[in-house]
Structure formats: C-alpha cells, structure tokens
C-alpha cells in the first residue's frame, strides 16, 4: 500500500467520529500523492504525514456564564495549536453551535496549508465553541467572551498563539475578548488581530477576506481569458467574508445577483444592493429575508438554492459543506466559468471531483480566503512596530499577497504535470514549506 493510503486509513481509524476532519485531510493527501510518491520512502521514514496530520495540542475547556435570566449556561471551548513549524500558531475562533472537535480539527487544519501559503512567518491554529450569539444581548455575549478568555489566555500570546475572528465572531466579540485579556495579564499585545482601530486594528482587516477572495479570483480568470466586468456572481452567505467579496466584485464591475444566510437566500436579477445587506446585517444584526421589503424586484427563498441560479462566478461564502454534487451539477450545466471558495471547504469532495472534471477552474479556500489571515498577520508586524499603516498601503500588500498565492498554486500544479489544478498545488505549495520547515528543526 502506498505511504499516503497508509497513513489516510490510519487518520480515518484514529479520528473516526471527526467527518470534517477527515474530508479535509483526504483532499490535501490525495493531492500530495504528486510530491510523495516521487521520494516515498523518505517520507515514510520521517513519518511526515503522521506529524502533519496529528494537531501539536489540543485544550478544550469549560466556559460558564449566566444569561439574563440569571441561569447559569455551560459551553465548550476549543483551541487546536496545529502546526508551528513556520510561525506562532494563528487562525480565528469561531462561534456557532455546530462546533466540535471535528470541526476545529479541520479548520486547523486547513489553516496550516493556508497560512503557508501567504508566505507570512504563521503557524496554524484554530478555535471556538459552540456558543451561538445568534439571539443573545451584548451583556450575554461580553459574558460568554469574559469567561471564554479566562481559560484561553493562558494558552495564547503575542509570540505564541494569536486568535482572530471568524464565523460569529466580529468586531464586537474581539473587542470583549481583548479587553478579558488586558485585565487578566496587564499586558498589552497584539494577542488578537481584528481589533478595533482605536486599540491596535488594522485597517482593511475587516475588508481582507472578501478582497482578497476578488483579488484571486480575478487571476483566475484573467488566466482563463475572462474578467469581472459584466459578469454574474453568485454569492452565498451574508457575513463577513460574502459582503466585502460582493463590494470588491463590484467594483470590478461585476453583478453580484444571489446572496444568502442559514434561514434562506435572495436573488436581485438587478444586482444586489449592499448598501441595505449592510444596514440589515451589520446594522442590526437582522435576517437576510428584510431585503426583499427595501428591495421588493428581489425575491426570497426559503433553504437552499443559491447555486441553481445561472451564473458565471460561483464564490461560496458561508461555511463548509454547503455546495453538494447536484449543485456543482446545476453550476456545470448552466455554464459557470469559475468556482472560488471564500468559505472554509464549502464545497464537498465529490462537488468538487465534478467540477475538476469538468475542466471548471476550482480555487480552494485555503488558498482563496487566505487574505483574511494574511492581513491579520500584517496586523501583528504593526503592532509590533508600534505603527498604522494606510488602507491604501494594507490593500496594496493584500493584492499582491494573492496575486503571489494564486502563482504559487499554478506553478506547483504545472511543476507536477497538473496544470490548472489548483487544489493539488495550493496544497503542494502550502505542504512543502511547512515540511521543509519541520524538517530543519528535526523530530520536535
Ligand atoms: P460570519 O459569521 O460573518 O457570516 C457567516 C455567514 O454564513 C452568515 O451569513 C451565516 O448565516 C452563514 N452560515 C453560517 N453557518 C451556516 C450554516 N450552517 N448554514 C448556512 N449558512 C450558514 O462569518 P464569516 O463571513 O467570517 O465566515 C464565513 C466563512 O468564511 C467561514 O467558512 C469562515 O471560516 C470563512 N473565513 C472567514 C474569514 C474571516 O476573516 N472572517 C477568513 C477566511 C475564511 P446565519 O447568519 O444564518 O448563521
Ligand atoms: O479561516 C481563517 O483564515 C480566518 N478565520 C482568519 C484567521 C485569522 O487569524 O485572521
């Protein structure tokens, strides 16, 4: 048997009831079969793949806290410290109450490739709990973070593990988490990125993930003889990461037709106004279905359904497993051009095998919303510096930081005879710096 088949039925019998843990360490394995295969031996002998698919550490912990009924409520918190080979571990936490360990196994996973390939000194690391702040009053949310922090910051550190946001987890949570922090230890560090600007944030974090998801996705394009400007996009999801990829879009002239939340999705055949998405999503923290009352030419659905809208650009934006077979089916017949993962691993293995196959451009989102960290990380060397940065200087480094990553991912995959393969040389590329690194630094 090869190594990589060994190693995946190892990961698949150790980590049987983590499904999302293993659906991502079978796309990046079976990819890295192009560099394994060619020194096998080596590999086995080093034990690479166990090292790599096997998380430094693990801390789950208790989180108590009292709603405003004054019942007490428990959650569980999680920090995965994956990978430190490159940098200190870095990834957001997420909050949402489908968390488990599968889910931030995965995530950390996913993020160690990612942020390799930003070409940034960052680990990869992630967290979260299942904590759902949907419903909750600021005193709940303060509270849950407070609590959250008190075990976390013991585990976390400018230098050793730098959290950020991600699904549920903004603004207003960084904030709470960051002033816990502060009060427990004294110290004040870039121990979080996607802080306010008035307390060491950078500006165009907020924007980063969505830009630069345009920004890649635009020379995917360019490489294919297509551009923005006229085209439909498809969007789904209406957080963070779906409403700067719609803004940055935009601008690049393209119409953004479709975008969704858990509950629904619309579809504006005029091209959706983000203005009203703004208002009602980060505005008052409402439901995308109010859009269709400032915008009535729209139209709402209820469940799923934003990927049988024809269109040119598929930019799945809201978590992972949400484009299926049928829809990569529905993309393919109706003629889409390119499929660009803004969302962590939104789309399934088999959706994504169809759309390979069907010779449609794929870009995975470890390589497409690696801005998001990447700014993060240009967020550290600020506050290390002890300096702010443009917008303009910030997003001028994003662009090229993407622009880098999608030739990495395009040379990689020619260099191993699968041109236009971006899920085999984004992985390749991210896979070979972190093993060169591990490597150097002997069996730790
Ligand atoms: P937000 O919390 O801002 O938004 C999440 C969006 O996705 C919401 O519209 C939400 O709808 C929807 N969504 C979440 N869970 C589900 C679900 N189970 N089914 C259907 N819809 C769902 O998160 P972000 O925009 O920050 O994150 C979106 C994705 O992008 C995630 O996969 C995240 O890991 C990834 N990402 C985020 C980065 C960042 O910088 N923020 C960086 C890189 C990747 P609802 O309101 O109904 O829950
Ligand atoms: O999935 C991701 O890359 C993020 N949620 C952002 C992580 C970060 O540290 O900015």
Redesign the pocket.
């Known amino acids: 048997m090869s190594y990589v088949d060994e190693v995946l039925e190892r990961v698949k019998a150790k980590n049987g009831a983590e499904p999302e843990f293993i659906q991502a360490v079978t796309e990046v394995l079976n990819s890295l079969r192009f560099v394994i295969e060619k020194n096998e031996d080596h590999f086995r002998k080093e034990a690479l793949l166990e090292r790599i698919t096997e998380p430094e550490r693990i801390v789950t912990f208790r989180v108590p806290w009292v709603d405003d009924n004054g019942q007490v409520q428990v959650n569980r918190g999680f920090r995965v410290q994956f990978n430190s080979a490159i940098g200190p571990y870095k990834g957001?936490l997420?909050l949402?109450p489908?968390v488990n360990q599968s889910i931030i196994k995965f995530?950390g996973f996913e993020q160690c490739f990612k942020n390799s390939l930003t070409g940034l000194p960052i680990g990869g690391g992630k967290g979260g709990s299942d904590f759902d702040p949907?419903g909750k009053s600021d005193r709940e949310v303060m509270a849950f973070c407070q609590s959250f922090m008190n075990e976390l910051y013991r585990h976390i550190g400018a230098n050793v593990d730098v959290p950020?946001?991600?699904?549920?987890?903004?603004a207003r949570e960084i904030g709470f988490l960051y002033g816990q922090y502060k009060r427990l230890t004294g110290l004040y560090e870039g121990i979080l990125t996607?802080k306010g600007l008035t307390y060491g944030g950078s500006l165009a974090r907020t924007e980063?993930?969505g830009y630069g998801l345009v920004y890649i996705t635009n020379e995917v394009l360019k490489a294919n003889g297509k551009s923005f400007e006229g085209a439909r996009v498809n969007i789904?999801?209406?957080?963070?990461?779906?409403i700067y990829a719609c803004q940055k879009a935009q601008s690049f002239g393209a119409k953004v037709q479709t975008m969704?939340?858990?509950?629904g999705y619309i579809y504006d055949p005029d091209g959706i106004d983000l203005a009203i998405v703004k208002e009602i999503?980060e505005g008052r923290r409402g439901?995308?279905k109010e859009y269709v009352a400032a915008k009535p030419t729209a139209t709402y659905t209820e469940g799923r359904g934003v990927w049988s809208i024809p269109c040119d650009v598929a930019l799945p934006?809201?978590?992972?497993n949400?484009l299926f077979l049928e829809d990569a089916k529905a993309l393919v017949a109706n003629g889409v051009w390119a499929v660009c993962e803004?969302?962590?691993m939104?789309t399934t293995l088999e959706a994504t095998e169809y759309l390979q196959e069907n010779g449609i451009p794929f870009m995975p989102?470890k390589a497409a919303?690696a801005g998001?960290?990447a700014v993060s990380a240009l967020e550290m060397s600020q506050n290390s510096e002890r300096l702010s940065w443009t917008f303009e200087e910030v997003d001028a480094k994003l662009h090229d930081i993407m622009v880098g990553i999608f030739e990495k991912a395009s040379s990689a995959a020619e260099r191993y005879g699968v041109p236009g393969n971006y899920v085999a040389g984004a992985n390749i590329a991210g896979f070979e710096k972190i093993c060169t690194a591990m490597e150097a630094q002997g069996i730790v």
């Open positions: 957001g997420r949402h489908s995530l949907k950020a946001g991600d699904i549920g987890v903004g996607g980063a993930t789904s999801g209406s957080g963070n990461v779906a969704s939340d858990s509950n999503k439901r995308i934006c809201a978590t992972q949400e803004g969302a962590n939104p989102g919303n998001g960290v």
